[in-house]
């Protein structure tokens, strides 16, 4: 029944290569300095707070700066946590739509020399959500790229 009612929201799934080692990948999820250096979708939006408490039933919050100055909050809690391998998280945006939690998982899985990203983002309110989230996680994801180059 929960598998029923999960498939009847709209989710995002995407997949990345990275160059360097699952672990390069997971510290910049994990490590607050390293996700500052990152986050958020395209342009310079800096982050202002990552609180991360990175264990089951752990709580995330990240601040980060969005147009016009206006800041955007996301928060959730770890449900679970396989160091080097997997997170799954709930996400929530409390300032704008707090009653809308979805779901996040994310596998890393060592590929050659580098890493395969794999993320779901499930339980999303709508489309237009889906398709909001997927334009902010694939600029994020370009950014991640980017710092993990530089930090190599």
């Given at each position: 029944m929960e598998q029923a009612r999960l498939a009847e929201k709209p989710s995002l799934t995407l997949t990345r290569s990275y160059p360097v080692a699952p672990?390069?990948?997971?510290?910049?999820?994990?490590?607050?300095q390293a996700l500052r250096r990152w986050w958020g979708p395209g342009g310079d939006q800096p982050v202002s707070v990552a609180q991360l408490d990175v264990r089951v039933g752990g709580r995330f919050r990240i601040v980060f700066g969005g147009p016009e100055g206006k800041d955007h909050e996301v928060q959730g809690v770890y449900q679970e946590v396989v160091p080097n391998r997997k997170l799954v998280f709930t996400w929530t945006w409390p300032n704008s739509t707090p009653e809308r939690e979805s779901l996040v998982t994310i596998e890393f899985k060592a590929e050659g020399c580098g890493t395969e990203l794999s993320f779901l983002h499930q339980q999303l309110f709508d489309e237009k959500v889906r398709d909001d989230h997927q334009r902010g996680w694939s600029e994020?994801?370009?950014?991640?790229?980017?710092?993990?180059?530089?930090?190599?």
């Amino acid at each position: 029944m929960e598998q029923a009612r999960l498939a009847e929201k709209p989710s995002l799934t995407l997949t990345r290569s990275y160059p360097v080692a699952p672990e390069k990948v997971w510290r910049a999820w994990t490590d607050p300095q390293a996700l500052r250096r990152w986050w958020g979708p395209g342009g310079d939006q800096p982050v202002s707070v990552a609180q991360l408490d990175v264990r089951v039933g752990g709580r995330f919050r990240i601040v980060f700066g969005g147009p016009e100055g206006k800041d955007h909050e996301v928060q959730g809690v770890y449900q679970e946590v396989v160091p080097n391998r997997k997170l799954v998280f709930t996400w929530t945006w409390p300032n704008s739509t707090p009653e809308r939690e979805s779901l996040v998982t994310i596998e890393f899985k060592a590929e050659g020399c580098g890493t395969e990203l794999s993320f779901l983002h499930q339980q999303l309110f709508d489309e237009k959500v889906r398709d909001d989230h997927q334009r902010g996680w694939s600029e994020s994801f370009a950014k991640l790229e980017h710092f993990l180059q530089q930090t190599n």
